[in-house]
């Protein structure tokens, strides 16, 4: 197994895509001064009634879905950058074992995913809060410590979106394919989920991954969005929560492993 | 040694390889031909375990593939020169390959040498000629000193040079006791490389001979191959 991971991670390391991928989901930092910058100026113009209907999604929220995209696209051309150029055979020539080549890419990309996650959420976090100083910003004034679990989970779904990457990715076998997949579980089935009649659009919305993170740590916020990408719902007990969470990485894994051992490479 | 026992793969209803057996032994070169589309590919897909047989079984010295542990050490493939990330430089490419089965860098530093691209090795394989392709994917089947060796269309794109180097190489493993099956549609070449000949067509075997038997003295590779794969009934005055 540890063959089969240095060999991946070598793989991951040796083309130009991951890092191009790595520096975009880090751009996430850079767009969190480009949007809190403005939003200060315009703060402190303000008087203090209009002050008081000011509503903000916390930045490191509205800007995760940066670094998602990036690694669920990197778990993607993980392996549909094999089919594309056929690699996949002298892969699995050498590697007889398909479900040993498949976990080791997702101990790959997951591990980079959640490195690049946790540093892309930080880095909002911190930079955004450096912006905003002592303001009273709604949702953006309470200390790190207690933002901490918030944090590192939205860091976590980062890479939970790498290995959901992967598995389309093998499912499909062709990046076109499994990047439309990736975009449709990020943007386009919650919000679609988000215009359901209630109480459809909460219950099924709870079980969307980019709504996990928050109902993990129970975190509640009264921003006034309802539907669209920012939508987030809170109806899951953390218990379930991290249940759907895990089946998150369990059941795309496992179907695309039956997938790859059943189909000829 | 590998062998192929009463081996059918069907694609829907396209049958690629219909009952097909024969036995490549080691110590020669054996030649591997068929016109385009008569299971050749199918069947050495179906050796390295990448396809499954609808009926039948192909051996990897008794064993099939899927169960031999460090596969690289007994079996090396070239299937497809250009089936490599066109991102990576080759000698990353041969690593992450030889990584899997416990092969270190210095081995793969020496096969570069060996196959003539040390000098471009650290360069990105979008930049490679189709013949420096072809000697990479030489270098991979290498990489694990393997006892059984297949090549498909390895010869393609390479300068005469080339075409030279890999005859003899092949020509020295085969003399080390190895076993090669080597796949063409070159003739010329492969009556000056091939010792030994097995042709299919439309997935069945048509021959299974020592090149001398199947070849005249005075005659051509070519027009003997003709004449077997041959459809309709140019092929059955023939027989």
Known sequence: ?265 | MIEIRDLVKRYGRTTAVDRLSFTVRPGRVTGFLGPNGAGKSTTMRVVLGLDAPTSGEALVDGRRYASIRGPLHHVGALLDASAVHPGRSGYDHLRALGRTNGIGPRRVAGLLEEVGLAGAARKRVKEFSLGMRQRLGIAAALLGDPAVLMLDEPVNGLDPEGVRWIRGLLRSLAAEGRTVLLSSHLMSEMELTADHLVIIDGGRLVADSPMRDLVPDGGSLEDVYLRLTARGPAREAAR
């Open chain 1, 1 to 265: 197994m540890n063959a089969l991971l240095s060999a991946e991670w070598l793989k991951l390391r040796s083309v130009r895509s991951t890092y191009a991928l790595v520096a975009v989901a880090a751009s996430a930092v850079l767009l969190a001064a480009l949007l809190t910058w403005p939003a200060v100026v315009a703060w402190d113009r303000q008087p203090p009634e209009v002050r008081a209907r000011w509503q903000g999604i916390p930045i490191e929220q509205y800007l995760v879905f940066v670094p998602q995209l990036c690694m669920g696209v990197l778990g993607v051309l993980a392996v549909s950058s094999e089919y594309a150029t056929g690699l996949i055979r002298p892969t699995l020539v050498a590697v007889p074992g398909r479900i040993g080549v498949l976990a080791a890419k997702a101990a790959v990309v997951g591990a980079a995913g959640l490195v690049t996650g946790e540093a892309a959420v930080f880095g909002t976090f911190a930079v955004s809060r450096a912006l905003i100083g002592d303001r009273p910003f709604p949702n953006h004034t309470s200390p790190l410590p207690e933002e901490l679990p918030l944090l590192l989970c939205l860091g976590l779904s980062v890479a939970v979106f790498a290995v959901v990457g992967l598995a389309l990715g093998a499912a499909t076998r062709s990046t076109a394919a499994g990047v439309v997949c990736v975009v449709a579980v990020l943007f386009v089935i919650p919000v679609i989920v988000s215009y359901l009649p209630g109480p459809w659009n909460v219950r099924v919305g709870a079980v969307m991954l980019p709504d996990l993170p928050t109902q993990l740590v129970g975190a509640v916020f009264d921003t006034g969005i309802t539907t669209g990408p920012w939508a987030r719902v809170a109806f899951l007990p953390p218990g379930w929560a991290w249940a759907v969470l895990a089946a998150y990485v369990v059941a795309p894994l496992a179907a695309a492993a039956v997938l790859l051992r059943r189909r000829d490479a």
